[in-house]
């Protein structure tokens, strides 16, 4: 017989007494947070700014790129929640292996690198596309 709580409750949502308030945190409409805890897990999902199309088109392709090498993150999520760009899930197995502080340093420090990941796509496509523009363009002068 299983265990009542092996699965994440944040997940399954069956024991409504096992969910704390979820928290938005944000720092405008297109910078959000979502923390949902429960007894057993946590579930962070992260919305990354998108100035323009090209930002959306970079974030979609570089979070699809990371899920799909979730198993490599142990507590990053294959599909993120609706809404969000990524999600985490951190279970009381992940707290009880890690250190918690250093749970919280490298989801930090995740973000980090991706918003400077992708701020780098997007200097270079933007260079890439004046380089072709220049090119394209040098015929006519």
Not at 24 to 47: G, H
């Given at each position: ?9 944040v ?37 990354i ?50 250190l ?42």
């Open positions: 017989m299983a265990e009542r709580h092996n699965k994440p409750e997940e399954t949502q069956k024991t409504l007494e096992a969910l704390l308030n979820p928290m938005v945190i944000a720092r405008n409409e297109n910078e959000q947070i979502l923390i949902e805890s429960s007894i057993n897990s946590v579930r962070v999902s992260i919305k700014k998108q100035a323009d199309d090209i930002e959306e088109i970079l974030v979609h392709k570089f979070t699809r790129f990371l899920t799909g090498r979730a198993e490599h993150f142990f507590i990053l999520r294959r599909a993120p929640i609706e809404g969000y760009d990524i999600s985490f899930l951190i279970t009381n197995f992940h707290a009880e292996k890690m918690k502080h250093k749970l919280v340093d490298f989801i930090i420090e995740f973000m980090e690198d991706v918003d400077k990941e992708i701020s780098e796509m997007k200097l270079f496509l933007n260079a890439r596309a004046r380089f072709v523009a220049e090119a394209y363009l040098t015929p006519f002068d």
